[in-house]
Protein backbone atom coordinates (compact mmCIF):
# COMPACT_ATOMS: atom_id res chain seq x y z
CA UNK A 1 0.00 0.00 0.00
CA UNK A 2 2.92 2.64 0.66
CA UNK A 3 4.48 1.65 -2.46
CA UNK A 4 1.36 2.65 -4.50
CA UNK A 5 0.82 5.79 -2.46
CA UNK A 6 4.69 6.69 -3.36
CA UNK A 7 3.92 6.19 -6.44
CA UNK A 8 0.99 8.11 -7.00
CA UNK A 9 2.36 11.14 -4.93
CA UNK A 10 5.70 10.89 -7.85
CA UNK A 11 2.74 10.98 -10.58
CA UNK A 12 0.98 14.04 -9.30
CA UNK A 13 4.61 15.41 -9.23
CA UNK A 14 5.43 14.47 -12.59
CA UNK A 15 1.98 16.00 -14.11
CA UNK A 16 2.30 19.21 -12.04
CA UNK A 17 5.98 19.75 -13.65
CA UNK A 18 4.12 19.06 -17.06
CA UNK A 19 1.62 21.41 -16.59
CA UNK A 20 3.89 24.34 -15.21
CA UNK A 21 6.45 23.52 -18.29
CA UNK A 22 3.14 24.31 -21.08
CA UNK A 23 1.79 27.11 -18.90
CA UNK A 24 5.54 28.75 -19.10
CA UNK A 25 5.88 28.06 -23.00
CA UNK A 26 2.30 29.86 -23.50
CA UNK A 27 3.09 32.89 -21.81
CA UNK A 28 6.84 32.90 -22.93
CA UNK A 29 5.04 33.34 -26.42
CA UNK A 30 2.39 36.05 -25.14
CA UNK A 31 5.13 37.99 -23.49
CA UNK A 32 7.79 38.06 -27.06
CA UNK A 33 4.44 39.16 -28.74
CA UNK A 34 3.78 42.00 -26.65
CA UNK A 35 7.51 42.53 -26.60
CA UNK A 36 7.49 43.06 -30.61
CA UNK A 37 3.83 45.25 -30.61
CA UNK A 38 5.73 47.93 -28.06
CA UNK A 39 9.47 48.23 -29.94
CA UNK A 40 7.48 48.68 -33.28
CA UNK A 41 5.21 50.99 -31.79
CA UNK A 42 7.90 52.97 -29.69
CA UNK A 43 9.98 52.82 -33.43
CA UNK A 44 6.93 55.04 -35.04
CA UNK A 45 5.98 56.74 -32.19
CA UNK A 46 9.67 57.98 -31.13
CA UNK A 47 8.71 57.34 -27.86
CA UNK A 48 7.87 55.26 -25.24
CA UNK A 49 6.03 54.94 -21.83
CA UNK A 50 7.64 53.63 -18.24
CA UNK A 51 5.79 53.05 -15.22
CA UNK A 52 6.65 56.21 -13.32
CA UNK A 53 3.84 58.20 -12.66
CA UNK A 54 3.99 61.58 -14.64
CA UNK A 55 6.78 60.28 -16.74
CA UNK A 56 5.05 59.70 -19.98
CA UNK A 57 7.27 61.03 -22.63
CA UNK A 58 10.84 62.56 -21.92
CA UNK A 59 11.42 59.87 -19.25
CA UNK A 60 11.66 56.70 -21.07
CA UNK A 61 12.81 53.63 -20.41
CA UNK A 62 14.50 52.40 -23.79
CA UNK A 63 15.85 48.28 -24.22
CA UNK A 64 18.94 47.67 -26.27
CA UNK A 65 21.01 44.37 -26.66
CA UNK A 66 24.54 44.41 -25.58
CA UNK A 67 26.59 41.47 -26.08
CA UNK A 68 23.62 39.16 -26.69
CA UNK A 69 21.38 40.44 -23.65
CA UNK A 70 19.32 43.40 -23.30
CA UNK A 71 20.52 46.02 -20.53
CA UNK A 72 17.54 48.70 -19.26
CA UNK A 73 18.70 52.28 -19.43
CA UNK A 74 16.25 55.41 -18.36
CA UNK A 75 16.39 58.82 -19.90
CA UNK A 76 15.74 61.27 -16.91
CA UNK A 77 13.48 63.50 -17.00
CA UNK A 78 13.88 67.39 -16.62
CA UNK A 79 10.27 67.96 -15.21
CA UNK A 80 8.67 65.56 -13.13
CA UNK A 81 4.79 66.14 -12.90
CA UNK A 82 2.31 64.18 -10.28
CA UNK A 83 -1.41 64.48 -9.67
CA UNK A 84 -1.74 64.93 -5.88
CA UNK A 85 -3.39 63.10 -4.35
CA UNK A 86 -7.01 64.49 -3.37
CA UNK A 87 -7.31 66.00 -6.23
CA UNK A 88 -11.11 65.83 -7.59
CA UNK A 89 -11.12 63.88 -10.85
CA UNK A 90 -15.12 63.45 -10.58
CA UNK A 91 -17.55 66.22 -10.30
CA UNK A 92 -21.61 66.92 -10.94
CA UNK A 93 -23.00 69.10 -13.25
CA UNK A 94 -23.07 72.82 -12.32
CA UNK A 95 -19.86 72.44 -9.45
CA UNK A 96 -16.25 72.69 -9.34
CA UNK A 97 -13.47 70.57 -9.00
CA UNK A 98 -9.87 71.18 -8.65
CA UNK A 99 -7.06 68.90 -9.93
CA UNK A 100 -3.58 69.58 -7.58
CA UNK A 101 -0.63 68.93 -10.44
CA UNK A 102 3.08 68.85 -8.38
CA UNK A 103 6.08 69.82 -10.73
CA UNK A 104 9.42 69.63 -9.65
CA UNK A 105 12.54 70.35 -11.62
CA UNK A 106 15.10 67.86 -11.99
CA UNK A 107 17.38 70.43 -13.73
CA UNK A 108 20.72 71.49 -12.15
CA UNK A 109 20.04 75.35 -11.65
CA UNK A 110 17.24 77.21 -11.59
CA UNK A 111 14.86 77.59 -14.43
CA UNK A 112 11.34 79.38 -15.13
CA UNK A 113 8.90 76.87 -15.96
CA UNK A 114 5.38 77.89 -17.53
CA UNK A 115 2.19 75.76 -17.36
CA UNK A 116 -0.48 75.53 -20.04
CA UNK A 117 -3.61 73.11 -19.68
CA UNK A 118 -6.22 72.14 -22.38
CA UNK A 119 -8.95 70.02 -22.22
CA UNK A 120 -11.19 67.69 -24.93
CA UNK A 121 -14.59 69.15 -23.46
CA UNK A 122 -14.23 72.82 -22.47
CA UNK A 123 -14.39 72.30 -18.71
CA UNK A 124 -11.70 74.75 -17.43
CA UNK A 125 -13.24 77.53 -15.17
CA UNK A 126 -10.05 79.30 -16.48
CA UNK A 127 -7.58 79.41 -19.03
CA UNK A 128 -4.50 78.69 -17.36
CA UNK A 129 -3.21 77.22 -14.29
CA UNK A 130 -3.04 79.04 -10.74
CA UNK A 131 -0.39 80.24 -10.55
CA UNK A 132 0.43 79.87 -14.62
CA UNK A 133 4.38 80.05 -13.85
CA UNK A 134 7.11 79.73 -11.45
CA UNK A 135 10.93 79.53 -10.83
CA UNK A 136 11.89 75.99 -9.82
CA UNK A 137 15.77 75.38 -8.21
CA UNK A 138 17.00 71.75 -8.82
CA UNK A 139 14.61 69.04 -6.26
CA UNK A 140 12.30 71.86 -5.32
CA UNK A 141 8.64 71.23 -5.92
CA UNK A 142 6.15 73.78 -6.97
CA UNK A 143 1.98 73.36 -6.87
CA UNK A 144 -0.38 74.49 -9.70
CA UNK A 145 -3.91 73.94 -9.91
CA UNK A 146 -6.81 73.70 -12.69
CA UNK A 147 -10.58 74.42 -12.10
CA UNK A 148 -12.54 72.62 -14.02
CA UNK A 149 -16.63 73.24 -13.70
CA UNK A 150 -18.71 71.54 -16.01
CA UNK A 151 -22.03 72.84 -16.59
CA UNK A 152 -25.68 72.32 -15.90
CA UNK A 153 -26.92 69.71 -18.28
CA UNK A 154 -23.93 68.06 -18.98
CA UNK A 155 -23.90 64.40 -19.36
CA UNK A 156 -23.43 62.19 -16.64
CA UNK A 157 -21.66 58.93 -17.50
CA UNK A 158 -20.40 60.07 -20.62
CA UNK A 159 -17.04 59.37 -22.06
CA UNK A 160 -14.50 61.43 -19.87
CA UNK A 161 -12.52 64.70 -20.57
CA UNK A 162 -8.93 64.59 -21.30
CA UNK A 163 -7.09 67.05 -19.02
CA UNK A 164 -3.63 67.42 -20.44
CA UNK A 165 -1.33 69.93 -18.35
CA UNK A 166 2.12 70.70 -20.27
CA UNK A 167 5.26 72.32 -18.50
CA UNK A 168 6.99 74.37 -21.11
CA UNK A 169 11.12 75.28 -20.19
CA UNK A 170 14.07 76.19 -22.07
CA UNK A 171 12.21 79.44 -23.67
CA UNK A 172 9.28 77.48 -24.68
CA UNK A 173 11.65 74.96 -26.63
CA UNK A 174 11.01 71.95 -24.80
CA UNK A 175 7.90 70.17 -22.89
CA UNK A 176 6.67 67.81 -20.51
CA UNK A 177 2.77 66.65 -20.73
CA UNK A 178 0.45 64.99 -18.41
CA UNK A 179 -3.17 63.47 -19.21
CA UNK A 180 -5.65 63.02 -16.88
CA UNK A 181 -9.43 61.14 -17.15
CA UNK A 182 -11.75 63.90 -15.75
CA UNK A 183 -15.61 62.47 -15.67
CA UNK A 184 -18.75 63.79 -14.66
CA UNK A 185 -21.07 62.32 -12.20
CA UNK A 186 -21.68 61.32 -8.99
CA UNK A 187 -18.38 59.87 -7.15
CA UNK A 188 -18.84 56.83 -5.90
CA UNK A 189 -17.50 54.98 -2.80
CA UNK A 190 -14.48 52.83 -3.58
CA UNK A 191 -12.72 50.85 -0.57
CA UNK A 192 -10.80 48.45 -2.81
CA UNK A 193 -6.87 48.47 -3.33
CA UNK A 194 -6.25 48.69 -7.26
CA UNK A 195 -5.57 44.88 -8.58
CA UNK A 196 -1.89 43.74 -9.70
CA UNK A 197 -1.25 40.24 -11.63
CA UNK A 198 1.70 39.43 -13.59
CA UNK A 199 3.50 36.40 -15.35
CA UNK A 200 7.09 35.23 -15.45
CA UNK A 201 9.03 34.52 -18.37
CA UNK A 202 12.51 33.69 -17.95
CA UNK A 203 14.47 31.25 -15.43
CA UNK A 204 17.71 32.80 -12.94
CA UNK A 205 18.09 29.42 -11.54
CA UNK A 206 21.91 28.93 -10.99
CA UNK A 207 22.51 32.36 -12.18
CA UNK A 208 21.78 34.56 -8.72
CA UNK A 209 25.37 34.95 -7.96
CA UNK A 210 27.83 37.92 -8.79
CA UNK A 211 29.72 35.96 -10.83
CA UNK A 212 27.10 34.94 -13.57
CA UNK A 213 23.95 37.08 -12.97
CA UNK A 214 23.91 38.97 -16.22
CA UNK A 215 24.37 35.67 -18.39
CA UNK A 216 20.67 35.85 -18.19
CA UNK A 217 17.47 37.97 -18.13
CA UNK A 218 13.89 37.54 -17.30
CA UNK A 219 10.84 39.12 -17.52
CA UNK A 220 7.18 39.98 -16.09
CA UNK A 221 4.01 40.67 -17.73
CA UNK A 222 2.27 42.88 -15.31
CA UNK A 223 -1.17 43.66 -15.23
CA UNK A 224 -2.56 46.93 -13.12
CA UNK A 225 -6.10 47.98 -12.93
CA UNK A 226 -8.68 50.01 -10.77
CA UNK A 227 -11.89 49.46 -12.21
CA UNK A 228 -13.98 51.43 -9.41
CA UNK A 229 -12.09 55.07 -8.95
CA UNK A 230 -9.24 54.49 -11.48
CA UNK A 231 -5.76 54.77 -11.29
CA UNK A 232 -3.49 57.67 -10.14
CA UNK A 233 0.06 56.83 -9.82
CA UNK A 234 2.13 53.22 -10.54
CA UNK A 235 5.45 52.80 -9.42
CA UNK A 236 7.98 50.58 -9.78
CA UNK A 237 11.22 49.62 -7.91
CA UNK A 238 13.57 49.56 -9.46
CA UNK A 239 12.35 51.56 -12.36
CA UNK A 240 11.82 50.03 -15.78
CA UNK A 241 8.78 48.83 -17.33
CA UNK A 242 7.52 49.59 -20.83
CA UNK A 243 4.15 50.02 -20.85
CA UNK A 244 2.18 48.90 -23.91
CA UNK A 245 0.49 52.11 -24.19
CA UNK A 246 0.69 55.87 -22.49
CA UNK A 247 -0.73 55.98 -19.21
CA UNK A 248 -3.47 58.55 -18.08
CA UNK A 249 -4.08 59.31 -14.36
CA UNK A 250 -7.78 58.05 -13.83
CA UNK A 251 -8.18 55.55 -16.24
CA UNK A 252 -10.10 52.22 -15.25
CA UNK A 253 -8.74 50.06 -17.98
CA UNK A 254 -6.22 48.06 -17.63
CA UNK A 255 -2.72 49.04 -17.48
CA UNK A 256 0.12 46.57 -18.76
CA UNK A 257 3.94 46.27 -19.07
CA UNK A 258 7.07 44.47 -18.94
CA UNK A 259 9.96 44.67 -16.92
CA UNK A 260 13.07 43.76 -18.08
CA UNK A 261 15.94 42.59 -15.88
CA UNK A 262 19.32 40.51 -15.45
CA UNK A 263 19.46 37.82 -13.04
CA UNK A 264 21.48 40.25 -10.62
CA UNK A 265 18.03 42.07 -9.66
CA UNK A 266 16.11 39.14 -9.07
CA UNK A 267 13.01 41.24 -7.55
CA UNK A 268 10.89 44.12 -8.59
CA UNK A 269 8.07 45.87 -6.53
CA UNK A 270 4.98 47.55 -8.21
CA UNK A 271 2.91 49.81 -6.55
CA UNK A 272 -0.23 51.13 -7.84
CA UNK A 273 -3.28 53.91 -5.94
CA UNK A 274 -6.36 54.76 -7.13
CA UNK A 275 -7.83 58.39 -7.38
CA UNK A 276 -9.15 57.89 -3.31
CA UNK A 277 -5.65 57.39 -1.85
CA UNK A 278 -6.48 53.21 -1.68
CA UNK A 279 -2.91 51.53 -2.53
CA UNK A 280 -1.66 48.00 -3.49
CA UNK A 281 2.03 46.97 -3.56
CA UNK A 282 2.91 43.55 -5.13
CA UNK A 283 6.27 41.79 -4.87
CA UNK A 284 7.72 39.96 -7.59
CA UNK A 285 10.37 37.80 -7.55
CA UNK A 286 11.72 35.85 -10.37
CA UNK A 287 13.20 32.86 -7.91
CA UNK A 288 9.66 32.27 -6.96
CA UNK A 289 8.64 32.11 -10.70
CA UNK A 290 7.02 28.42 -11.26
CA UNK A 291 3.68 28.94 -9.98
CA UNK A 292 1.47 31.37 -8.75
CA UNK A 293 -0.65 30.44 -5.29
CA UNK A 294 -3.51 29.70 -7.77
CA UNK A 295 -1.92 27.15 -10.14
CA UNK A 296 -0.39 25.56 -6.47
CA UNK A 297 -4.36 25.04 -5.39
CA UNK A 298 -5.43 24.03 -8.29
CA UNK A 299 -3.15 21.20 -8.94
CA UNK A 300 -2.84 20.33 -5.49
CA UNK A 301 -6.51 19.92 -5.67
CA UNK A 302 -6.87 17.83 -8.93
CA UNK A 303 -3.95 15.83 -7.24
CA UNK A 304 -6.45 15.34 -4.39
CA UNK A 305 -9.30 14.56 -6.66
CA UNK A 306 -6.83 11.62 -8.62
CA UNK A 307 -5.72 10.10 -5.18
CA UNK A 308 -9.62 10.03 -4.06
CA UNK A 309 -10.46 8.13 -7.74
CA UNK A 310 -7.40 5.62 -7.86
CA UNK A 311 -8.25 5.23 -4.08
CA UNK A 312 -11.66 4.25 -4.39
CA UNK A 313 -11.44 2.56 -8.31
CA UNK A 314 -8.55 0.11 -5.96
CA UNK A 315 -11.29 -0.26 -2.76
CA UNK A 316 -13.60 -1.74 -5.91
CA UNK A 317 -11.43 -3.81 -7.08
CA UNK A 318 -10.71 -5.22 -3.57
CA UNK A 319 -13.83 -5.94 -2.87
CA UNK A 320 -14.87 -7.48 -6.19
CA UNK A 321 -11.60 -9.97 -5.46
CA UNK A 322 -13.20 -10.85 -2.04
CA UNK A 323 -16.59 -11.86 -2.78
CA UNK A 324 -15.52 -13.27 -5.48
CA UNK A 325 -13.12 -15.71 -3.37
CA UNK A 326 -15.51 -16.32 -1.09
CA UNK A 327 -17.94 -17.58 -3.50
CA UNK A 328 -15.24 -19.54 -4.18
CA UNK A 329 -14.89 -21.34 -1.17
CA UNK A 330 -18.47 -21.90 -0.74
CA UNK A 331 -18.97 -23.94 -3.33
CA UNK A 332 -16.32 -26.99 -2.29
CA UNK A 333 -18.02 -27.82 1.02
CA UNK A 334 -21.06 -28.63 -0.51
CA UNK A 335 -19.65 -30.99 -2.65
CA UNK A 336 -17.71 -32.10 0.08
CA UNK A 337 -21.18 -32.86 2.28
CA UNK A 338 -22.59 -34.44 -0.50
CA UNK A 339 -20.07 -36.87 -1.11
CA UNK A 340 -20.75 -37.63 2.20
Not at 166 to 177: E, K, M, P
Request: proline fraction near 4%.
Amino acid sequence: MMARLALLVISCHLWASAMGSEQVMKRQSEVDDLTKNITKTRHNALESRILWGSRNISESLVARPVTGRYVSEITPLPVSIEVKEGSTLVSEPGRSSEIIFEVTSNLPSSNSFKFTVQDTTNYRASDYPIPSSAYISFGNTVQTRVRLAPPLGSRSGGNPSIITFTVWFDFDRQSVTKKVYFYVGSESYDSYSPEIWYDFDGDCSGSVSPRNCEAKTWKATINIQDSDSGLLKLRSDPMGIILEKEFIVGTKDVVRGIYTSSCCQTKVDITATDTLGNVRIKYIDIEKRWLSAGDIAAIVLACILLVIIIAFIVWMIVKCCRRRTAKLSIYPKHSRREES
